[in-house]
């Protein structure tokens, strides 16, 4: 007879509060985890009226466990440690897991440098299944964690404990703007120059806008920003004139019309580092090895 209370609660319950530890933050742990922020606070809050503890403390500045969010944090990431060696162990027993690789890629990379490096790699490899999932970033980094993708293809900003990146190449920031823009006529412009102008940026262009936003303050201004999630939305904004654009230098050339110019800024440097991310927890196959390293030996910036 089993005399311990039975706990009610979920996977996703402990997996999120975890993450929300990891992440000092209910924001980013809903980006992480591709969901909303209420649904973060409801896991959580429910797991806490399970196990009627406080494991989270919430200031304006900060997110920590408490004690009891410590006690649990440790043991839950041992047991989840265990659980997810199992599964790998499952999974590396499948000979079809073995010969196939799913690659995660953002939209535009997915469209432009992939093609062609996922042909010869087949070539080389004719027994290895390769799969190609185009998808927005946050999405992305979820089907990796999620063990639903086995390498992605991506820019990355800032640091994820979680994923180990390997970098393919660097890109400077240009300036997109429409073709019959005031600034369409510079070949350089500075940043005093587009104080007055809204920007756009692909929303998951975070410290870009950071890095922007404390170039204004510099001046006494204010940056104006618009976001869009996808490349399409952001370029049919950019042409209606109320805004102007940054892109990595690639993405600006392969969207380029004749109805939009690419200006250099003179006194403003940022970059885009491309490259491929696994998850720290998966079990790397030598399929999915292969085509990391085909990858990196193939793979040619557009610029």
Not at 4 to 9: A, D, E, S
Not at 166 to 179: C, D, G, K, N, S
Not at 218 to 241: E, I, N, V, W, Y
Not at 294 to 299: D, P, Q, V
């Amino acid at each position: 007879m089993n005399r311990h209370p039975q706990l009610r609660f979920h996977l996703p319950e402990l997996e999120t509060f975890l993450v929300v530890i990891e992440e000092g933050s209910f924001s980013r742990a809903a980006e992480r985890l591709c969901v909303s922020q209420p649904a973060v606070s409801s896991r959580v809050k429910r797991l806490e009226d399970v196990l009627r503890v406080q494991l989270i403390k919430r200031t304006t500045r900060s997110v920590y466990a408490t004690e009891d969010g410590e006690l649990l944090r440790t043991a839950a990431q041992e047991a989840l440690s265990g659980l997810y060696g199992v599964l790998r162990q499952f999974q590396d027993r499948s000979e079809a897991a073995r010969n196939r690789v799913v690659i995660a890629a953002t939209p535009m990379i997915a469209a432009t440098f992939l093609p062609a490096i996922i042909q010869s790699y087949s070539e080389r490899f004719p027994d290895v299944q390769v799969v190609l999932r185009d998808m927005p970033f946050d999405m992305l980094l979820g089907t990796l964690s999620g063990g639903m993708a086995d390498i992605g293809v991506t820019a990355i900003d800032g640091d994820y404990e979680n994923i180990e990146f390997q970098p393919l190449a660097e890109e400077p920031i240009v300036l997109v703007v429409p073709a019959k823009h005031p600034l369409a006529d510079q070949s350089k412009v500075t940043v005093e120059m587009i104080q007055p102008y809204r920007m756009i940026f692909l929303d998951r262009y975070t410290n870009l806008r950071e890095k922007l936003s404390g170039e204004f303050a510099r001046f006494g201004a204010t940056l104006k920003t618009s976001t869009a999630t996808t490349m399409p939305t952001l370029m049919g904004m950019l042409d209606t004139g109320s805004c102007v654009g940054f892109l990595p230098r690639s993405m600006a050339q392969i969207n380029a019309r004749e109805s939009r110019v690419i200006v250099e800024l003179a006194d403003f440097h940022a970059t885009r580092n491309y490259g491929s991310v696994v998850s720290r927890r998966a079990a790397i196959t030598s399929a999915v090895q292969s085509f990391r390293d085909h990858l990196h030996a193939e793979f040619v910036p557009l610029i």
